[in-house]
């Protein structure tokens, strides 16, 4: 929640999707690069609810690219 994400699994028609990878291009704009999609069955995410037992709560791809998109850097964006 710190993050400002939902979580996947009991909300899964609010996930958003990059249709185009953070960057110079996407940056100023972030949202306009985004969809509406569920995540896969077989996805991860720190956000799912604490019906998944995690082993590490550490952020997965899936979560890096939303906190790229949500909260965005024009230069020097994690990958």
Do not use: I, W
């Not at 699994?9 to 185009?20: D, F, G, H, S």
């Not at 799912?48 to 791809?61: A, G």
């Amino acid at each position: 929640h710190v993050l400002g994400f939902h979580h996947p699994n009991v909300y899964p028609e609010l996930n958003l999707r990059a249709t185009a990878p953070m960057g110079p291009e996407t940056c100023q704009y972030p949202l306009n690069h985004v969809e509406y999609e569920p995540l896969p069955e077989d996805a991860d995410s720190v956000m799912y609810s604490v019906t998944k037992h995690r082993s590490k709560t550490c952020l997965t791809l899936d979560d890096l690219e939303g906190l790229n998109f949500l909260y965005p850097t024009c230069e020097g964006a994690r990958t």
